[in-house]
T-cell receptor, first 111, second 115 residues
Framework: GESVGLHLPTLSVQEGDNSIINCAYS??????FIWYKQESGKGPQFIID?????DKRQGQRVTVLLNKTVKHLSLQIAATQPGDSAVYFC??????????FGAGTRLFVKA | DGGITQSPKYLFRKEGQNVTLSCEQN?????MYWYRQDPGQGLRLIYY???????QKGDIAEGYSVSREKKESFPLTVTSAQKNPTAFYLC??????????????FGPGTRLTVT
């Protein structure tokens, strides 16, 4: 069935390096994508979003890239810090009220 | 966790007992959601409600029930029919404004353990 998934379950990076977290989606009709960060024992927090009519969006230290041709989404975190250690979920909006979440990638930041 | 309260944070129950998880919001959002999260996995939708007195089943509604009598409240009951109820339960809200942003706001979660 259709799903939003992630290429890697874990990612380990050195503090100060850039991190890239990838996500594949299968529903070409989806029009909105979101990245969430979830710290241990807490609810997910919104990081950044992108609409399907865009291919790049930048926030503070984060950039989301959308490649609709290959149905691929990525989250880039610049100068990764220990506080960035968390699980990152991509999510796909299918209609106004329902969101489909991927399985998540756990990011470890080494000091 | 911005205006969404889930209580309690940890809940322990014996098998065969129903248990109700609380979710309250002061964000004035129309839509509310319940998700289940198992270790190392993503979020699975249990139920959602777009407006008061209306709700729809999500992908894994069996063994769960909800009510939406007030805009601020969306309690989830985990019944004894739910075969594997131990999990982390997350409540979320979203503004129902058509054409607006679609991000969801999450509560801090309730970790339910059934033995």
């Amino acid at each position: 069935g259709e799903s939003v998934g992630l290429h890697l379950p874990t990612l380990s990076v050195q503090e100060g390096d850039n991190s890239i977290i990838n996500c594949a989606y299968s529903n070409s009709a989806s029009d909105y994508f979101i990245w969430y960060k979830q710290e241990s024992g807490k609810g997910p927090q919104f990081i950044i979003d992108i609409r399907s009519n865009m291919d790049k969006r930048q926030g503070q230290r984060v950039t989301v890239l959308l490649n609709k041709t290959v149905k691929h989404l990525s989250l880039q975190i610049a100068a990764t810090q220990p506080g960035d250690s968390a699980v990152y979920f991509c999510a796909e909006n299918r209609g106004s009220f329902k969101t489909i979440f991927g399985a998540g990638t756990r990011l470890f930041v080494k000091a | 966790d911005g205006g969404i309260t889930q209580s309690p944070k940890y809940l322990f129950r014996k098998e065969g007992q129903n248990v109700t998880l609380s979710c309250e919001q002061n964000l004035n959002h129309d839509a509310m959601y319940w998700y289940r999260q198992d270790p190392g996995q993503g979020l699975r939708l249990i139920y959602y409600s777009q407006i008061v007195n209306d709700f729809q089943k999500g992908d894994i509604a069996e063994g769960y029930s909800v009510s939406r009598e007030k805009k601020e409240s969306f309690p989830l009951t985990v019944t004894s029919a739910q075969k594997n109820p131990t999990a982390f339960y997350l409540c979320a809200t979203k503004t129902g404004t058509s054409g607006g942003t679609y991000e969801q706001y999450f509560g801090p979660g309730t970790r339910l353990t059934v033995t």
